[in-house]
């Protein structure tokens, strides 16, 4: 099994672009997350899905945007990039409780100049 | 808001026991303890996950105060290897599924 892929694994914008980090699962898992990661903090929840069609806020949406047409897929968008967001972006995947172990992609280092 | 409180940083000497504790004195009835750790830069990885009862896998115990009010996870004989930031998180049964991340504990161990 992949697990969970995220693209690309690094990339460079300039203020003002956009872009969309990738995130696949190939687990049937209903449940999927993106989070992101600056320099020597924890994770800070971005967007959620809890099943294709359903996408909900987390601590700090704000910049971002999100879909999930498929149970597979949970693309982040970014539209006028900042410096700001400048980070290491994680997607995760879960099973249903109560099981439920997330399982994180590698990450997308994403610098914004 | 993250649930759950956890020491800055801890040291461990090289194979003896790291005792890695949380606190999460508001957790409910339906909500899962689970620990997380991160090495580097990587992704997290899953490590284990209980309700109330003490759990144990291939790399760590779980205990599970009696009121469920804190937890601590032990790395029996810690190894390099296990230098990382360490997360604990609960985690609940109903459909908002928000998953939030302290800022976890950063171990060291020392050789």
């Known amino acids: 099994n992949a697990g969970v892929t995220q693209t690309p694994k690094f990339r460079i914008l300039k203020i003002g672009q956009s872009m969309t980090l990738q995130c696949t699962q190939d687990m049937n898992h209903n449940y999927m997350y993106w989070y992101r990661q600056d320099p020597g903090m924890g994770l800070k929840l971005i967007y959620y899905s809890v099943g294709a069609g359903i996408t909900d806020k987390g601590e700090v949406p704000n910049g971002y945007n999100v879909s999930r047409s498929t149970t597979e897929d949970f693309p982040l968008r970014l539209e006028l990039a900042a410096p700001s967001q400048t980070s290491v972006y994680f997607c995760a995947s879960s099973a249903n409780l109560p099981t439920g172990e997330l399982f994180f992609g590698e990450g997308s280092r994403l610098t914004v100049l | 808001d993250a649930k759950t409180t956890q020491p800055t940083s801890m040291d461990c000497a090289e194979g003896r026991a790291a005792n890695l504790p949380c606190n999460h004195s508001?957790?409910?009835?339906?909500?899962?303890v689970y620990w997380y750790r991160q090495i580097h830069s990587q992704g997290p990885q899953y490590i284990i996950h209980g309700l109330k009862n003490n759990e144990t896998n291939e790399m760590a115990s779980l205990i599970i105060t009696e009121d469920r009010k804190s937890s601590t996870l032990i790395l029996p004989h810690a190894t390099l290897r296990d230098t990382a930031v360490y997360y604990c998180?609960?985690?609940?049964?109903?459909?908002?599924?928000?998953?939030?991340f302290g800022k976890g504990t950063r171990l060291h161990i020392l050789p």
């Open positions: 998180i609960v985690r609940s049964l109903n459909r908002d599924d928000k998953i939030i």
């Open positions: 508001t957790i409910s009835g339906n909500e899962y």
